[in-house]
């Protein structure tokens, strides 16, 4: 009997010894990632945010704003915004993000956040080659060069916007923090974001139902009238 018996005692205290190093390891891996990496992994989040969550939507709003505008400053004006936020700066900060990515995390590109990741720096490069590619207006490869650029600035958005997602996501694994602050503030910006992009659309159509000025009413019929007088008394100026 103890011949059988002391074996099994044996290899089951061996079992129950390795799996109680296993979780000390882990605990262990949490902690050291908590003291060497999580600036890194901090600050590599943060600059992805600002490119892809704050100045790629900065962006695209002002272009959009830009479209109601005929000439003047504050055409240009909207005109830099978008250049400056979304050719310039979202570029040099999510390259940044990348190189920390590749100096200091372990690029296996095991999981969805890594792959999409690197997908989002091509595409990225990929529409600032065209915006600096931009033909002139009234040109024959205007069009295609217009749907090419609105195409791959969508897609930058959208892709950004989920990968900032797996993102978290790969934070909480790597670290087993809460991350449900950071989801909600992400959420609640990226909605309010969305109301603006879509409400620019109807703002004109609101102030065109009529307008209260002092004790006067002024009807569409009124305010079309009166924008056509100004476009005629500005027709000589040029853009």
């Not at 992805?48 to 695209?60: D, E, T």
């Not at 004006?77 to 100096?103: E, N, P, R, W």
């Not at 690029?107 to 989002?120: D, E, I, K, V, Y």
């Not at 993102?167 to 991350?179: C, D, F, M, P």
Request: with cysteine; proline share 2%; charged share 15%.
């Amino acid at each position: 009997m103890n011949i059988i018996v002391l074996p099994l005692v044996s290899s089951s205290s061996q079992q129950h010894v390795k799996s109680i190093d296993s979780i000390a390891d882990k605990k262990d891996s949490i902690h050291k990632v908590s003291h060497k990496l999580m600036f890194e992994i901090r600050l590599h989040g943060f600059l992805l945010w600002a490119s892809m969550g704050f100045l790629m939507p900065v962006g695209i709003l002002a272009i959009r704003m830009s479209n109601r505008q005929e000439c003047g400053t504050r055409l240009k004006i909207l005109f830099y915004v978008h250049v400056v936020s979304q050719q310039i700066l979202s570029l040099l900060i999510s390259t940044a993000g990348a190189v920390m990515s590749v100096k200091n995390f372990n690029n296996s590109f095991n999981n969805h956040h890594q792959r999409l990741g690197l997908a989002l720096y091509g595409i990225i490069w990929l529409q600032a080659l065209t915006g600096v590619l931009r033909p002139c207006r009234g040109s024959k490869g205007r069009s295609g060069w217009f749907f090419a650029h609105w195409l791959l600035g969508t897609a930058i958005s959208i892709l950004g916007i989920i990968n900032i997602y797996t993102g978290l996501r790969a934070y909480h694994e790597k670290t087993s923090r809460s991350i449900k602050p950071w989801t909600i503030v992400l959420t609640a910006e990226i909605s309010l974001i969305a109301f603006v992009y879509l409400f620019q659309d109807k703002w004109l159509y609101i102030q065109k139902q009529g307008l209260i000025l002092g004790d006067e009413s002024v009807t569409p019929k009124q305010q079309d009238s009166s924008s056509t007088e100004k476009q005629k008394e500005s027709s000589s100026e040029k853009c």
